[in-house]
């Protein structure tokens, strides 16, 4: 476990350094940085299907293609086409009292971002936030969970052919690893799962005032109307759940 604690600490640092000295990743290499993630998916889709098959005892190749593969691939061919316009500063009024002079507001990135993943659909929650964090020209820390351990191995062999450490990182552990990384001094943190740990996650950053997204959930809650056909919504709300 020691060795976990270890490997965060030194892949943030080395982040962490590595943003300080290139803050501003231009257009082309966020692009480049954007297809190298498509192509990683491709190359690996099917270790990465056999992967969630192990972890979950068994899994759909279908299901992980539909909920896990083809949004991530949609998420990075959206963020590429719409990156320049995302990218480019806007001009912003200046009251007559300040003339002449102009403003404008330059979307920049932040630095380093961590993003915890949750056990259930770890590819598309991994890749979402991933994509969102690349495409704003940051740089990038994953911690899996430790009821993926299959995906999680898969997911390491492949970010480290496609990406270096300095760029995009797969940490993985138990729960004492997972609350060490949201303790650290992130530009952003991305959490996805139980309102419960969210709690605690949110108290970590706040130790440091780390900005934080917490994406919570598991309720889906479902209204019926008194004249619906009780077996038909019966039937559509267990496929949806």
């Known amino acids: ?9 030194q892949c943030f640092a080395q982040q962490q350094l590595a ?29 990465l299907q056999q992967a969630l098959a192990a972890d979950f005892s068994h899994r759909s190749e279908i299901e992980t293609q539909l909920a896990e593969i083809f949004p991530s691939l949609q998420a990075i061919k959206d963020a ?8 480019k500063p806007e001009k912003r009024h200046v009251s007559l009292w300040f003339q002449p002079a102009s403003a404008r507001v330059m979307p920049q990135p932040l630095g380093v971002v961590g993003i915890i993943v949750p056990w259930n659909y770890p590819l598309y929650l ?72 969210g709690h605690k996650v949110m108290q970590a950053a706040a130790e440091n005032l780390t900005p934080i997204t917490l994406e919570l959930g598991g309720k889906s809650p479902v209204f019926i109307a008194p004249e619906a056909d009780i077996a038909h919504a019966a039937e559509r709300i267990a496929v949806g759940k």
């Open 19 to 47: 943003a300080r000295q290139q803050p501003y990743p231009s257009l082309a290499q966020r692009q480049g940085d954007l297809t190298s993630l498509a192509q990683l998916l491709l190359e690996y889709q099917q270790p």
């Open 1 to 9: 476990m020691e060795s976990d604690f270890i490997r965060l600490r």
């Open 126 to 197: 991994s890749f979402g936030p991933l994509v969102a964090a690349l495409a704003a020209g940051n740089r990038a820390m994953l911690k899996l969970s430790e009821y993926t351990p299959q995906i999680a191995i898969v997911l390491q062999q492949a970010f480290h052919r496609y990406f270096s450490e300095d760029k995009v990182a797969i940490i993985t552990g138990d729960a004492a690893v997972a609350a060490e990384f949201a303790r650290q001094p992130w530009d952003h943190l991305f959490f996805t799962g139980s309102t419960a740990v």
């Open 80 to 87: 590429k086409k719409r990156l320049p316009r995302w990218i």
